[in-house]
């Protein structure tokens, strides 16, 4: 979770990796006084629009969310979440963790990661993508999704989708 705007009575399900401080950034500035809006700790210099949010975290579960407030506002209020390409994501995933691992002290362990990471990339794509093959898109989306983190802010354990509008990051 990031907001819940009663003033525009909506909620936005953060999911990870997808341009979701952006959207953050944009729709908090606009929130008003008895919304709750979460933003990370490291908001890159911009202004940060964090308000009522005892007790509620950034990128928090939408099954979560649902138990910290009455059910009335979450049947009722619009949600909005995003969705990225998977490509995509992995790349960010992969600068994003590469970005982390240069704080780590020693260089041979992020050597041997990213050396890992790159044997199941070109394991994956051995002979090239070939984006019609059941086996690879099973990897590639094992590989986009080995968390299992962002599953959870598009679907319920129903698999119905969660949010009544997603955002395409491409479109961003």
């Known amino acids: 979770m990031s907001i819940i705007s009663h003033k525009y009575k909506f909620i936005f399900l953060k999911p990870f990796k997808v341009g ?31 308000k009522n949010n005892t007790g509620f975290r950034t990128h928090m579960r939408p099954d979560e ?16 979440t995003i969705v990225r390409n998977p490509w995509d994501e992995v790349v960010s995933r992969y600068h994003w963790n590469l970005s982390r691992w240069r704080h780590k002290k020693t260089l041979r362990k992020k050597r041997w990661i990213r050396d890992a990471w790159r044997r199941y990339v ?7 993508p070939d984006h019609d093959n059941p086996r690879f898109i099973r990897r590639f989306t094992r590989m986009a999704y080995s968390s299992g ?24």
Request: glycine residues 8%.
């Open 20 to 50: 979701g401080s952006s959207i953050l950034q944009t729709l908090g500035q606009h929130c008003g006084p008895e919304d709750i809006v979460t933003s990370p700790n490291d908001t890159g210099g911009l202004p940060s629009y964090r």
């Open 65 to 80: 969310i649902r138990n910290k407030i009455p059910q009335e506002i979450w049947d009722s209020y619009y949600k909005i």
């Open 122 to 128: 070109e394991k994956s794509l051995q002979n090239g």
């Open 149 to 172: 983190k962002n599953k959870s802010y598009y679907f319920d354990e129903d698999g119905r989708p969660l949010a009544d509008f997603f955002i395409k990051f491409e479109s961003l």
